[in-house]
């Protein structure tokens, strides 16, 4: 008797799933297009005019990232659109802190399995968030890889590719000590720590359906708001503006202090913003330390602007207009100068935070 | 007793093993810049000046991709240079198709926990390939994602960025009956069908260690040969042809239909090329149709040039001359004459495979 013969969906890729999901996710990129692109869904890759830019120097800016394990948080709560939205705002910040406006973005989903709900889901979060900040969504990949994934799970990828006139460029070089650290508020964890977030969820036995005092919502939703765009106000208010740090993956050390010049240190006053409340209840609920908190978490803070002291209440203001709440936290300091090495252990690049608890 | 205090590196994230990879990352991606990068390793974004360019009209052309299960493979194997080449090489052939010439390349590498031989492998991998198509490095991610990839389990998602004059975009409108084919030899798979090649290795019980008759090294060695880069053969032969097409996930029917003007169809004769014997060999182990074949596999042809069949001689001559093996293999025909659509049931956008079996 002859053997069953077998095929690529017997090996678990269904082919005809995925172009009836390219389908639909190129309706989907469709509606996010401007004039500038030139391509059709189906072609190879997609198509980008930059005739007549307004940028008389050009520079692009790009960046690659993911969402972290926020993904395994919205599989457990069966909403996929705000995972979209974070992926979008997390790359738009990345390059709207030196100052670029985003051009188009390209999406790679890898999923165990073709789950229709999940990438459309995802696709259409990310339209949304791509069209906020007037940026096409211009190409993509969902592939299914079976074996790789674990049954059910999926991860996600974006690019991001922004302009800007090389004269207009933010770089942080301009940092002295004197400047000022102005804070704004994020919506949340953002996109970063959520692995350490899951784990303390449940040592400490949190429910993610109940809603804790102190948070607006049930805790799985606080966990899920999207990451936020600081896009229009780094727009308006980077032309004051000596350097931005996106709290991101490292929290505030490592944000902070990849901008830091020479011979600069930051010194934060913790105090200066009130700590939301699902940040201390994810501390108490896994057992954490507070100095691994502002190493891991933003803590409240999802963009941080280095400025002049003169130009710190423009700022501010600039913030509130653009819809962020936002509060002066530190300032940059000489951490060369003797007193300050003396006093803090101050090293270049070092970022002190005033205020920590000694846990 | 107080209870032990929980760290990101207890979930699973270790942020110095991060630092200490993205620091060696930077060392090999810096090997890869040329003047037009401003950026530096720890910028939020990569830097690319787009100052005093060549192209007039600039177009940019963009893709996203990834390498699928071929990173099981390469896990199996512990060799993970080649996959970085996969990646690189495989999307700059999806630019390459439209005229467009490599700009730079964004990384995205997740894993289940960090493994600096795979990392560093990787990238190794990505910045050889990349310095091979003029192409640079400028920015990458890596994240270490415990619960979402299965143990030792790891992804690869890779975009790219290049440019084309307006009126050097090749786009197939062009294409018209009459014209011919010719294909450019594969290296093997490429990038596409591993999910169903592995299953017929295990289905057939072949053994990745042998070398198999008709093969020139070992399975595993075979299989795992990188992705050809054609982008020096399109450069040259780019303005004698109407369309190229790259032969990636979806094989002949998939890839070629995609550019076909309305009206006409592709009749291919699969005997014009001797088939691989790494595809009749997974055949076989794998008791899969002929049929399924051509819509998986590139079958040994891995790029495919449309033109003009007095152009023909001058296309393959060109392939030769960049290291590539070149056959006629078919021609374009009008789908809506009637003798065609009688005698072969032939519809616009149809990929018909002279000498298939049926199976």
Redesign the interface.
């Known amino acids: 008797m002859a053997?069953?013969?077998?095929?690529?969906k017997?090996?678990?890729?269904d082919?005809n799933a995925?172009?009836n999901i390219s389908s639909r996710i190129g309706t989907i990129a469709k509606s996010t297009f401007n004039k500038r692109v030139?391509s059709h869904v189906?072609?190879?890759?997609?198509?980008?005019?930059?005739?007549k830019l307004k940028e008389k120097?050009?520079?692009?800016?790009?960046?690659?990232?993911?969402v972290?394990?926020k993904?395994?948080l919205a599989r457990t709560m069966n909403i996929f659109n705000t995972i979209g939205q974070d992926l979008v705002n997390h790359c738009v910040d990345?390059?709207a802190?030196?100052g670029?406006r985003p051009?188009?973005f390209?999406?790679?989903i890898?999923l165990s399995t073709f789950n229709a709900h999940c990438i459309t889901g995802v696709i259409d979060g990310i339209a949304k968030a791509c069209k906020q900040n007037g940026c096409v969504l211009?190409?993509?990949?969902t592939?299914?890889?079976?074996?790789?994934?674990?049954r059910g799970?999926?991860?996600l990828?974006g690019?991001?590719?922004?302009i800007v006139d090389?004269n207009a460029?933010i770089t942080g070089t301009a940092i002295a000590p004197g400047d000022c650290l102005i804070g704004l508020a994020s919506s949340g964890l953002h996109t970063n720590?959520y692995?350490?977030a899951?784990?303390?969820v449940k040592?400490g036995k949190l429910n993610l359906k109940r809603k804790y005092t102190g948070l607006r919502k049930t805790l799985g939703m606080e966990l899920l708001k999207p990451h936020i765009s600081y896009l229009s106000f780094i727009q308006k208010a980077g032309r004051y503006v000596h350097g931005f740090a996106?709290i991101t993956?490292?929290g505030f050390d490592?944000n902070i202090s990849?901008i830091l010049p020479n011979g600069t240190a930051a010194m934060i006053d913790i105090q200066a913003w009130k700590t939301p409340r699902i940040f201390t209840l994810l501390q108490e609920a896994?057992?954490?330390?507070q100095r691994?908190m502002y190493?891991?978490f933003n803590m409240g803070i999802g963009m941080i602007a280095i400025a002049p002291p003169r130009q710190a209440a423009r700022i501010i203001q600039t913030a509130h207009a653009t819809g962020h709440r936002a509060w002066e936290i530190g300032t940059i300091i000489n951490a060369s100068a003797r007193a300050n090495v003396r006093k803090n252990g101050l090293t270049t690049g070092m970022v002190h935070l005033k205020g920590l608890a000694h846990?």
């Open positions: 053997k069953k013969k077998m095929s690529y017997d090996a678990g890729v082919i995925a172009v030139l189906g072609n190879f890759g997609g198509l980008f005019s930059l005739i120097n050009p520079i692009l800016v790009a960046s690659v990232d993911g972290g394990t993904v395994q990345d390059i802190v030196q670029a051009l188009f390209l999406d790679y890898a211009i190409g993509g990949e592939a299914e890889m079976p074996g790789v994934y674990r799970e999926y991860d990828a690019s991001i590719v922004g090389k460029l720590g692995s350490l899951l784990k303390a040592r996106h993956g490292g490592y990849r896994g057992i954490i330390a691994e190493s891991v846990d």
